[in-house]
């Protein structure tokens, strides 16, 4: 187990920069989710750490030390990769134990590792047979345990549960949390899914352009979003986005209505912002209340125990997440109330969030 | 096609059935031939039911080689077929050797001008051995290597298809492969050695089936470099049995040294062919 550190960390292929600087200590035992849309950089800084590709500036060090020039067998990690990448050719034993076998370790301990490995991850069945003559949740586990045999610090995931079938996934999402609790090791996860990567992360890096938009746990990135970006990519349905002006602590819509702002806004110099509010901050208004808005639903869409509203708000579109007990449908016009304690405002400009 | 169509069937037999007859017919005749005595088939017409003989004359001439008039120290089949064996399997085996290792260098190393390497080898198919066998020729006279097995083997060894068909290969192998066995720490040919080897079984088995069979078949090369009957092989042999001027052939023998010459191909193929065609067709990934 170790802790990972990486500093002003930049990758360039020929003149074009795909990572521009990501700073982060990640704890010991520690499980960090990169996500990101792709092309964003996630896969290429897990690379990095990993010593499949080159660092152009910046560091990385693993435990106490820079592992720059060290080659990935030296850095004592072990990797899972999306597509498996099993031995085809060879039984699930010998894939697990390979790295084993090249490190020259007697084949009793060998036998030792792998048969608790399988343990952990129920393969004992299996180990005599092929790659190809399991499932695809079967080959994610062999994939698995020829990591854990390693007996690594670091764990690096890369999209590993985007070859499965959705029930398959959640699954092993499962499998996988419960393994780092497990285990403890320190962890590094890439994925462009952020339900894996809210429920996974201990501290999530959130990835936009090869730069590092955020770094925070689950609940601080989801409830306090760094940039407009963050809020439209984390949460679903997305963060809505309602262009504001600032007048005397009041943030008024496009359309004149006025929306009284929290204590910790009230500050903002006046000028021109965008509003941010998650679609379950936005409530039925109760009689007495006084509505602050209607929304003009388009589509509402039942999902069981909520419905989303997709209408317009000061002429854009936003989605409320309400209630189904609420009962609003297609062409409804619930009047509703924002609770403007979870509200925030972005920059128009660099859609930073103004604290 | 599930569908079913009795004319088209039957017209589609029947040209393989012509085919097969075209091919099987001569093949045939010489193990006809080679089961006569010599009276038996000098008689007008040939006969075409099979005589007693064939194993009389193909361990005749296995074990003696055909007498000729006119030609002395006839070299016995048992002599070239060896001849031949090393000279094929050498061939072969050097050649997929080489062709993996050149492969192996072409897609995984980054290296100065691999590109134009690769075209350098890949142009040399343009240059079969009869286009520039003078300079061939001429280099291993000058290494002394006439009439040695070196001297029939070498020149032919190197292979641009299949080390194009190596390469081909190795592309399709998934870069997370050789990512995943560098993190397990296999060197370069320790993961050339224990991944694409045995990934390559087929097209290795391919290869082999298609060389095996060139070097069998050389006569060109054998011709010029092997003039001590030592290290002739079974087709050049052959050749020159049945070009001796004004010699009484004795023709129950020298086919059943053709028949004899058919067998190791035949068989190579037989025991291959799975593997053969699944080198050509499948892609195990």
Redesign the interface.
């Known amino acids: 187990m170790a802790k990972v550190s990486l500093q002003g960390v930049k990758k360039n292929y020929g003149s074009i920069r795909v990572i521009h600087g990501v700073d982060i200590e990640i704890k010991d035992g520690e499980f960090i989710v990169i996500v990101g849309p792709s092309g964003c950089g996630k896969s290429t800084l897990l690379r990095m750490i990993?010593?499949?590709e080159a660092i152009t500036e910046g560091s990385i060090g693993i435990g106490d030390r820079v592992v720059n020039d060290i080659?990935?067998?030296d850095r004592d990690?072990?990797?899972v990769?999306?597509?498996?990448?099993?031995?085809?050719?060879m039984s699930v034993f010998e894939n697990i134990s390979?790295?084993l076998r090249?490190?020259g370790m007697s084949k009793a301990d060998i036998q030792k590792r792998v048969d608790r490995a399988a343990d952990i991850l129920q393969l004992q069945p299996y180990l005599q047979r092929r790659p190809r003559e399991l499932s695809g949740g079967q080959r994610q586990r062999v994939a698995m345990g020829?990591a854990i045999v390693r007996e690594p610090s670091v764990f690096l995931f890369d999209e590993p549960l985007s070859n499965l079938d959705a029930k398959l996934r959640v699954q092993m999402r499962l499998e996988i949390k419960r393994l780092h609790q497990q285990l403890g090791v320190t962890s590094i996860y890439v994925t462009h899914d952020q339900v894996e990567a809210m429920t996974l992360a201990d501290r999530l890096i959130v990835m936009n352009q090869g730069r590092a938009e955020q770094i925070g746990s689950p609940a601080e990135v989801y409830s306090n979003p760094a940039t407009t970006y963050v809020g439209g990519f984390i949460g679903s349905p997305p963060m809505n986005f309602v262009p504001c002006k600032v007048e005397a602590g009041q943030a008024v819509l496009d359309d004149g209505t006025s929306l009284a702002l929290p204590e910790r806004l009230r500050g903002t110099p006046a000028g021109a912002y965008i509003l941010g509010i998650r679609p379950e901050n936005m409530h039925v208004a109760q009689p007495g209340q006084g509505a602050q808005f209607t929304l003009a639903v388009d589509v509402a869409e039942e999902l069981g125990a909520d419905t989303l509203l997709h209408g317009k708000i000061a002429g854009t579109d936003v989605v409320v997440r309400l209630p189904s007990t609420a009962g609003f449908h297609d062409n409804s016009r619930p009047s509703l109330v924002a609770d403007m304690a979870q509200v925030h405002l972005y920059d128009r400009e660099s859609g930073r969030n103004i604290h | 096609m599930i569908e079913r169509r009795p004319i088209a069937d039957m017209i589609g037999h029947l040209i393989l059935l012509a085919a097969i007859f075209i091919v099987a017919f001569p093949i045939y005749l010489a193990v006809i031939a080679a089961s006569h005595t010599i009276e038996g088939l000098s008689q007008a017409p040939m006969p075409l039911l099979p005589g007693a003989e064939l194993l009389t004359n193909t361990a005749k001439a296995l074990f003696d080689g055909p007498q000729m008039v006119g030609v002395s120290g006839a070299t016995p089949a048992i002599v070239l077929l060896g001849n031949s064996m090393i000279m094929a399997i050498s061939i072969a085996v050097g050649k997929i050797v080489i062709s993996l290792l050149s492969a192996f260098a072409i897609v995984y190393f980054r290296f100065p001008l691999r590109n134009f390497f690769f075209w350098m080898i890949f142009i040399t198919l343009m240059l079969p051995v009869e286009v520039r066998i003078i300079p061939t020729y001429k280099i291993v006279a000058d290494l002394g290597l006439l009439d040695t097995y070196t001297g029939l083997v070498l020149p032919l060894i190197a292979s641009a298809t299949a080390t194009f068909l190596f390469r081909q290969f190795f592309m399709t192998v998934?870069d997370?492969?050789v990512?995943?066995?560098?993190?397990?720490?296999?060197g370069p040919m320790?993961f050339f050695w224990?991944?694409l080897v045995?990934?390559s079984?087929t097209s290795i088995a391919a290869m082999f089936v298609i060389q095996f069979i060139y070097g069998w078949n050389q006569y060109l090369w054998p011709l010029l470099i092997a003039s001590d009957y030592q290290y002739q092989t079974i087709v050049l042999a052959i050749g020159r049995l049945i070009r001796a001027p004004d010699a009484f052939y004795e023709w129950p023998v020298i086919m059943g040294m053709a028949v004899l010459a058919l067998l190791p191909p035949v068989a190579v193929v037989l025991l291959m062919q799975r593997w053969f065609v699944k080198g050509l067709v499948e892609t195990?990934?």
């Open positions: 990993a010593g499949l080659e990935p067998r990690i072990a990797m990769f999306q597509n498996y990448a099993l031995y085809p050719h390979y790295g090249i490190r020829r | 998934p997370e492969l990512e995943a066995a560098r993190i397990d720490g296999a320790r224990d991944v045995p990934l079984r195990e990934k």
